[in-house]
Each structure stands twice: as structure tokens, then as C-alpha cells.
């Protein structure tokens, strides 16, 4: 109740699609009836919750924030709500994103833009995306958690400029089943809450293998636990590649500060080097808009979601529908996917960045099992704290954009678990976060180390 009060009271801020009112209230009365032992076995019981609108949730409308989805009501819920509401969360509601999770900042939805709850006495400051709408809802006190995706740092940007936890789980760890896909082999869906404790309790409750996604892992789940480890024994890797152009001096202060501090308390560290970073963003870009053309095809104004009234012939109703459904961000993707995939350009470009996300995954593979190995890497989130809505949408910060993703989106091409920690208020006033990254199933070290470090 006091949360979806809460989210009333901040709707200034526009994190939520849709409020779900009428789910908690039912919540809260049923959850009044449980005896104390059916509680116990529920570890989330009345814990709020919300989730981006690009999870599948039945009889509630699951928009991705455009045109094309607008009236859709899924008939089937995505395995990761399942598995919450099953473990006693409540649902606050869906929150806003960028158009079918293409961007970074939560300012490309149809419902408008989402706006970052730290005080600033200038213009409004972006939330950061593209679950903006989850992390804005944590951080503005509206729900305990809330889930996101992630194909290229869409948990993580967003809980770094709003000061919350962000964590990208291993790909194949949590289940894709109900995510409406962006990138397939990519696309994780991540975590937002205030500490690692209820990230853990909320990772330990959604992953693990499941039916409905074949790409998720058969191994059983072993629940993470959070204990007080000894950093002697952990090393850490500085990967001087992520010192980057456009990263602002504090930020790079702070990923200095936070090494030294961590050296203080006997963790070993070193730099490290993963030289193929700086082609990431372009091979990510390509793969990306390779994979949305293929996705998008299945909203042909036919099958399911919007249809133009135009009756002329299909090809019209196709287009036509495709022109008024999506906004200019998903149309160009898909036209530039459709060009890298005709068959005489197949070979140069997509091909070629399929090779380079191998080189990709080599580097992490190298630092992390090659002789030196390191444990986990401590990198910065994003280049600077979060910008302001004028600065971030004008022309020329739009067609910089990738760069926002710098830092968090090669995880998503070498498939590896990533944490996104606030740290401290930069000189604006804004949070700044640094994150950490480890090799794939190392949630239970990655989890563990960012506790010492929040
Ligand atoms: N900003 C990236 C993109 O637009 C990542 C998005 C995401 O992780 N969903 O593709």
C-alpha cells in the first residue's frame, strides 16, 4: 500500500507503465491469511517488486514502450515473475523503458521520458537505460527490487546513475522465457535493488535452469551466500583498456580510490590487459541490429500487436504498420540489420563481428584462466554521472550514444556476470558507481567482493 502510494506520490518521475494496484492489494489480503510456516517458505513474502515492461505478465498489458505493443495483453507470465510472485513478492507495476530496450537513457518510450530522482538544481537529469523505469522505482523508494534487462548494460547504466545496485547475471543463469527479445544471445535479465543482500535474495529465488529456455544452464542452482570473505585471497584485475576517452576525472578518481582501498584490506592488484575492447561497440552495434531485424519481423501488423486500417494490400498494411508501430530508433536498426545480413555483405560484417565477440571473449578468458589470472575486474559503470535530458537527446550525444555503453557491454558479448555498486555523489551532486565483472558462474565471488565494497 505505502508503495503504491509512494509511486503516486513520485509519478512526476514517470518510472511506472502501468500500476498494479489491484495485484497488491489482492496480495496484501492474501498474504494476511498465510500461517507463519506457509510464510517461511516463501523468502520474498510482501517484498514489492517491479518489472520492466518488456516481461510478459498475463492479463496485464506488456507495452515495450511503443506504439506497437500498446494494447497487448500477454496470455502467459515470463518464468522470472513466475518464480518471484511464487516466492510471495508483490507487484507495484511495469515500469518504463526505452522502446523495445533500445537505448540508454529511458527517454525514447511513447509514455514519455523517465527522469532521475537525485536532486539537481538544474535541468532534470536522465534516469539512464534502458531500465530506467526499474531503477527509478528502487531508487525513489516505490518498490524493494526490481527486475530489468541487459543485452548491452541497460541494468547496469541505469542503477549507476540513480545509485542503486545493478547486477547482469551470467547469460544462461536466469531464464529468458517471456523476455521480449532484443539481442537473444545477449539479453540477460538483471537485478535492481538498494544493497547486495536483496540482490542475492532475489537472484537466489529467479535463477536456475528452466524448461521454457533452452539456453539456460542444466546444472542445478546453487544459492549464492553472502559471508565475510577474506580479500587476501581475492585478485583483482585493472583492464587498462577501460580508461577511455570521454571518462570524466572523477570517475577515473574514484576507480583509483576504490583500488587503493581495496589493496588496503589485502586484495591483490594488478592491471591487466583486454585489447580488443575498443572494437566492442562497433562488432555489439552490428550483431545487434542483425538480431532486432529478425526479431522485429514477427510485428507485421498480421499476427498480433497494432494494425493500420490500411487495406490496399498487405505489403501496405505491412508497411504501414511496421511506420506507425515502431519510433525512428527500432526502424533504423532494422534497416541497418537488413543490409548487413543481405547476402554479398553477410561475410564483411556480420560474420566479421561474430569473429570479433570470439577475440572478445578470448580476452576475458585469458585474464581470468591465462597464467596471472585474476579473479574479477574492477572497471568504472559509465563515463560520467548521469547527463542532463537536453545534453543527452541532442544531436550529436545521439549519434554518440554506443559510447554510453562502453564499459558494461562487452559482459554481454563474453556472456559473464557484471555488478554495477554506487560509491559516492560526484560534485553535481549525482551518484557514481563502479563495477565489477567476473568469469561466467562466478556470481557467488562477484556478490561477495561487492558487499565489501557498498
Ligand atoms: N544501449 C544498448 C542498446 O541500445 C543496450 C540496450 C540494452 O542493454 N537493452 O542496444
Not at 50 to 55: E, Q
Not at 162 to 180: A, E, M, N, Q, W
Not at 284 to 304: H, K, P, T, W
Not at 407 to 417: L, S
Given at each position: 500500500?505505502?508503495?503504491?502510494?509512494?509511486?503516486?506520490?513520485?509519478?512526476?518521475?514517470?518510472?511506472?507503465?502501468?500500476?498494479?494496484?489491484?495485484?497488491?492489494?489482492?496480495?496484501?489480503?492474501?498474504?494476511?491469511?498465510?500461517?507463519?510456516?506457509?510464510?517461511?517458505?516463501?523468502?520474498?513474502?510482501?517484498?514489492?517488486?517491479?518489472?520492466?515492461?518488456?516481461?510478459?505478465?498475463?492479463?496485464?498489458?506488456?507495452?515495450?514502450?511503443?506504439?506497437?505493443?500498446?494494447?497487448?495483453?500477454?496470455?502467459?507470465?515470463?518464468?522470472?515473475?513466475?518464480?518471484?510472485?511464487?516466492?510471495?513478492?508483490?507487484?507495484?507495476?511495469?515500469?518504463?523503458?526505452?522502446?523495445?530496450?533500445?537505448?540508454?537513457?529511458?527517454?525514447?518510450?511513447?509514455?514519455?521520458?523517465?527522469?532521475?530522482?537525485?536532486?539537481?538544481?538544474?535541468?532534470?537529469?536522465?534516469?539512464?537505460?534502458?531500465?530506467?523505469?526499474?531503477?527509478?522505482?528502487?531508487?525513489?523508494?516505490?518498490?524493494?527490487?526490481?527486475?530489468?534487462?541487459?543485452?548491452?548494460?541497460?541494468?547496469?547504466?541505469?542503477?549507476?546513475?540513480?545509485?542503486?545496485?545493478?547486477?547482469?547475471?551470467?547469460?544462461?543463469?536466469?531464464?529468458?522465457?517471456?523476455?521480449?527479445?532484443?539481442?537473444?544471445?545477449?539479453?540477460?535479465?538483471?537485478?535492481?535493488?538498494?544493497?547486495?543482500?536483496?540482490?542475492?535474495?532475489?537472484?537466489?529465488?529467479?535463477?536456475?535452469?528452466?524448461?521454457?529456455?533452452?539456453?539456460?544452464?542444466?546444472?542445478?542452482?546453487?544459492?549464492?551466500?553472502?559471508?565475510?570473505?577474506?580479500?587476501?585471497?581475492?585478485?583483482?584485475?585493472?583492464?587498462?583498456?577501460?580508461?577511455?576517452?570521454?571518462?570524466?576525472?572523477?570517475?577515473?578518481?574514484?576507480?583509483?580510490?576504490?583500488?587503493?582501498?581495496?589493496?588496503?584490506?589485502?586484495?591483490?592488484?594488478?592491471?591487466?590487459?583486454?585489447?580488443?575492447?575498443?572494437?566492442?561497440?562497433?562488432?555489439?552495434?552490428?550483431?545487434?541490429?542483425?538480431?532486432?531485424?529478425?526479431n522485429m519481423a514477427r510485428y507485421d501488423g498480421l499476427e498480433f500487436g497494432l494494425r493500420t486500417s490500411e487495406d490496399y494490400s498487405t505489403?501496405?498494411?505491412?508497411?504501414?504498420?511496421?511506420?506507425?508501430?515502431?519510433?525512428?530508433?527500432?526502424?533504423?536498426?532494422?534497416?541497418?540489420?537488413?543490409?548487413?545480413?543481405?547476402?554479398?555483405?553477410?561475410?564483411?560484417?556480420?560474420?566479421?563481428?561474430?569473429?570479433?565477440?570470439?577475440?572478445?571473449?578470448?580476452?576475458?578468458?585469458?585474464?581470468?584462466?591465462?597464467?596471472?589470472?585474476?579473479?574479477?575486474?574492477?572497471?568504472?559503470?559509465?563515463?560520467?554521472?548521469?547527463?542532463?535530458?537536453?545534453?543527452?537527446?541532442?544531436?550529436?550525444?545521439?549519434?554518440?550514444?554506443?559510447?554510453q555503453d562502453y564499459c558494461t557491454q562487452p559482459a554481454n558479448m563474453?556472456?559473464?556476470?557484471?555488478?554495477?555498486?554506487?560509491?559516492?555523489?560526484?560534485?553535481?551532486?549525482?551518484?557514481?558507481?563502479?563495477?565489477?565483472?567476473?568469469?561466467?558462474?562466478?556470481?557467488?565471488?562477484?556478490?561477495?567482493?561487492?558487499?565489501?565494497?557498498?
Amino acid at each position: 500500500d505505502l508503495c503504491i502510494q509512494r509511486a503516486k506520490q513520485k509519478s512526476e518521475l514517470n518510472a511506472f507503465i502501468t500500476l498494479t494496484e489491484e495485484i497488491a492489494e489482492n496480495h496484501a489480503i492474501e498474504s494476511e491469511k498465510r500461517t507463519y510456516i506457509d510464510k517461511k517458505m516463501r523468502p520474498l513474502e510482501g517484498i514489492t517488486i517491479a518489472i520492466k515492461d518488456n516481461f510478459c505478465t498475463k492479463n496485464i498489458p506488456t507495452t515495450c514502450a511503443s506504439n506497437m505493443l500498446k494494447n497487448f495483453v500477454p496470455t502467459y507470465d515470463a518464468t522470472v515473475y513466475s518464480r518471484l510472485i511464487n516466492s510471495g513478492a508483490c507487484l507495484v507495476g511495469k515500469s518504463n523503458l526505452d522502446e523495445f530496450a533500445m537505448g540508454s537513457g529511458t527517454v525514447d518510450s511513447i509514455f514519455g521520458p523517465t527522469r532521475n530522482p537525485w536532486f539537481s538544481s538544474e535541468d532534470w537529469k536522465i534516469s539512464g537505460g534502458s531500465s530506467g523505469g526499474s531503477a527509478v522505482s528502487v531508487s525513489s523508494g516505490s518498490c524493494v527490487a526490481a527486475i530489468g534487462s541487459d543485452t548491452g548494460g541497460s541494468t547496469r547504466n541505469p542503477a549507476a546513475l540513480c545509485g542503486v545496485i545493478g547486477l547482469k547475471p551470467t547469460y544462461g543463469l536466469v531464464s529468458r522465457y517471456g523476455l521480449i527479445p532484443l539481442v537473444n544471445s545477449m539479453d540477460v535479465p538483471g537485478i535492481l535493488a538498494r544493497n547486495i543482500d536483496d540482490t542475492t535474495k532475489i537472484l537466489n529465488c529467479v535463477a536456475g535452469p528452466d524448461t521454457l529456455d533452452a539456453t539456460t544452464v542444466k546444472k542445478p542452482f546453487k544459492p549464492i551466500n553472502i559471508t565475510d570473505i577474506d580479500l587476501s585471497q581475492i585478485k583483482i584485475g585493472i583492464p587498462v583498456e577501460y580508461h577511455c576517452e570521454g571518462m570524466s576525472t572523477e570517475v577515473i578518481g574514484l576507480w583509483r580510490h576504490i583500488a587503493d582501498l581495496l589493496e588496503n584490506e589485502k586484495c591483490q592488484i594488478q592491471s591487466v590487459t583486454l585489447p580488443h575492447t575498443s572494437v566492442s561497440i562497433a562488432a555489439y552495434s552490428i550483431l545487434n541490429q542483425c538480431e532486432v531485424a529478425s526479431n522485429m519481423a514477427r510485428y507485421d501488423g498480421l499476427e498480433f500487436g497494432l494494425r493500420t486500417s490500411e487495406d490496399y494490400s498487405t505489403e501496405e498494411l505491412y508497411a504501414s504498420t511496421r511506420c506507425i508501430g515502431f519510433n525512428n530508433v527500432v526502424r533504423s536498426r532494422i534497416f541497418a540489420g537488413n543490409y548487413f545480413l543481405l547476402t554479398r555483405n553477410y561475410e564483411k560484417y556480420f560474420l566479421k563481428a561474430l569473429r570479433l565477440r570470439r577475440l572478445i571473449s578470448d580476452d576475458f578468458n585469458k585474464v581470468f584462466n591465462g597464467p596471472n589470472s585474476v579473479d574479477l575486474l574492477l572497471t568504472p559503470t559509465t563515463l560520467t554521472d548521469a547527463p542532463t535530458y537536453n545534453d543527452f537527446t541532442s544531436k550529436h550525444n545521439r549519434d554518440q550514444c554506443a559510447l554510453q555503453d562502453y564499459c558494461t557491454q562487452p559482459a554481454n558479448m563474453a556472456g559473464i556476470p557484471a555488478v554495477s555498486i554506487p560509491i559516492r555523489v560526484s560534485t553535481n551532486n549525482m551518484p557514481l558507481s563502479l563495477q565489477l565483472m567476473g568469469p561466467a558462474f562466478s556470481e557467488q565471488v562477484l556478490l561477495n567482493v561487492a558487499k565489501r565494497i557498498e
